[in-house]
């Protein structure tokens, strides 16, 4: 009985996750774990496969719901005992450990654990890779999804070259897959063609970076035509880049409506999600303040990076080691804002809060954090030269 009760909870928790319904999908998650401990506990040479997928479907639907610790916490369970079955018997369980190490490297990237999360990324795509060589046709598309997570790993280590490359390929394999299965592969290709983008700005080479994202637009306004609720985060997403890379296109009041509607877009599902979505509302809020800043309208900026600020304060609050640094960057586009409209002593109040922050963070990760430092310290000196000039100019 409750080895066919564990199956039927485990297909209704994929089903609902499928379906965007994250909460009863992470219930359902939870017992069936429960049930595969006790069934491991009893029989584990039997059930400690079936345990293994079930905590991957915990940590991914534990982390839709923002439970990020927790998330990780089953992702590196999975991971553990996968390592071990693949040892048993690698021709069935390498595929299993290299999606479990994709999973691991997303929680770990969450929590602002860098380097351990491009580690089994890298370990995920070589698993891949040989996997692929021998069977393409069941393979690559786990490949592709590996890459895309690469390449999103040495971008958050600045190692744009190699993220490049990652991405391309991704993106490569998915254009091949949608000529196959276009249902099934769009939304896929949308996501590298996303990842491609952000890379390419990295790089200078923007109108590139604006043609492929603008692609992953226009693939994801017709997905949410059909599942608003499944594929509306995404399309914030990459509004979100186009808004960005528009305004280096100098395509300015177009950046603009692009980075309000993704506002409006994360505004509503945080209303209904806030663990979930408020971080990346705190983000499009802080790219609508620099397009508002970029076109003079100051007060809007004023008042779109404050309400950044002070959700990301928030969130440092809690989880300093995955927020400080969004705060910094919240705080960076604050202090120039507030310099634009002449209050040079809270700009220099908010520039040197993200001074501190990102001294401390050079200090962990110097090759990441120290061009970020740079440009809050020419703010932060700007300030004091204006308010030094003027101190000296009053009559004594």
């Known amino acids: 009985f409750l080895p066919n009760l564990a199956r039927s909870l485990n297909n209704l928790a994929n089903r609902l996750i499928d379906l965007g319904q994250r909460e009863p999908a992470l219930q359902a998650a939870q017992e069936v774990v429960e049930l595969y401990r006790k069934l491991a506990a009893q029989d584990p040479e039997v059930f400690r496969p079936d345990l293994a997928?079930?905590?991957?479907?915990?940590?991914?639907?534990?982390s839709d719901l923002g439970q990020r610790e927790a998330a990780l916490d089953a992702a590196q369970e999975t991971v553990h005992i996968r390592r071990q079955l693949a040892t048993q018997r690698p021709d069935v369980f390498r595929p299993n450990l290299a999606t479990s190490l994709n999973t691991l490297s997303n929680?770990?990237?969450?929590?602002?654990?860098?380097?351990?999360?491009?580690?089994?990324?890298?370990?995920?795509?070589?698993?891949?890779?040989?996997?692929?060589?021998?069977?393409?046709?069941?393979?690559?598309?786990?490949?592709?999804?590996?890459?895309?997570?690469?390449?999103?790993?040495?971008?958050?280590?600045?190692?744009?070259?190699?993220?490049?490359?990652?991405?391309q390929e991704a993106v490569d394999i998915r254009r091949e897959l949608v000529l196959l299965r276009p249902d099934v592969f769009r939304p896929n290709l949308a996501t590298s063609l996303n990842t491609v983008a952000i890379i390419l700005r990295e790089l200078g080479q923007r109108p590139a970076a604006l043609e492929a994202i603008q692609e992953a637009v226009d693939i994801r306004r017709k997905l949410v035509l059909q599942r608003p609720d499944v594929f509306s985060p995404d399309l914030a997403?990459?509004?979100?880049?186009?808004?960005?890379?528009?305004?280096d296109r100098r395509q300015r009041e177009t950046a603009l409506r692009a980075a309000q509607e993704a506002v409006d877009i994360r505004r509503e599902l945080a209303t209904r999600r806030p663990d979930v979505f408020r971080p990346e509302l705190a983000a499009s809020l802080n790219t609508l303040a620099n397009r508002l800043s970029i076109l003079d309208r100051c007060?809007?900026?004023?008042?779109?990076?404050q309400e950044a600020v002070d959700i990301r304060r928030e969130l440092a609050t809690r989880r300093p080691e995955v927020f400080q640094p969004d705060l910094a960057?919240?705080?960076?586009?604050?202090?120039?804002?507030?310099?634009?409209?002449?209050?040079?002593?809270?700009?220099?109040?908010?520039?040197?809060?993200?001074?501190?922050?990102r001294r401390e963070l050079v200090s962990q990760r110097p090759e990441v954090f120290r061009p970020a430092l740079a440009n809050v310290l020419i703010v932060m000196a700007r300030q004091m030269k204006v308010i030094s000039g003027a101190e000296s100019a009053v009559p004594i």
């Open 107 to 167: 929680r770990l990237s969450k929590l602002g654990q860098r380097e351990a999360a491009l580690q089994a990324a890298q370990e995920a795509v070589d698993i891949r890779r040989e996997l692929a060589s021998y069977r393409p046709d069941m393979f690559r598309p786990a490949l592709a999804k590996s890459l895309n997570t690469l390449a999103n790993r040495l971008g958050q280590l600045r190692q744009y070259e190699s993220a490049l490359q990652a991405a």
């Open 237 to 247: 997403i990459s509004l979100n880049t186009l808004a960005s890379t528009l305004s």
């Open 53 to 62: 997928a079930s905590l991957n479907i915990l940590a991914i639907t534990l």
């Open 299 to 305: 007060e809007a900026a004023l008042q779109a990076a």
């Open 329 to 357: 960057t919240s705080l960076y586009t604050l202090a120039n804002i507030l310099s634009d409209l002449g209050q040079h002593e809270p700009a220099l109040s908010a520039a040197q809060e993200a001074v501190d922050i």
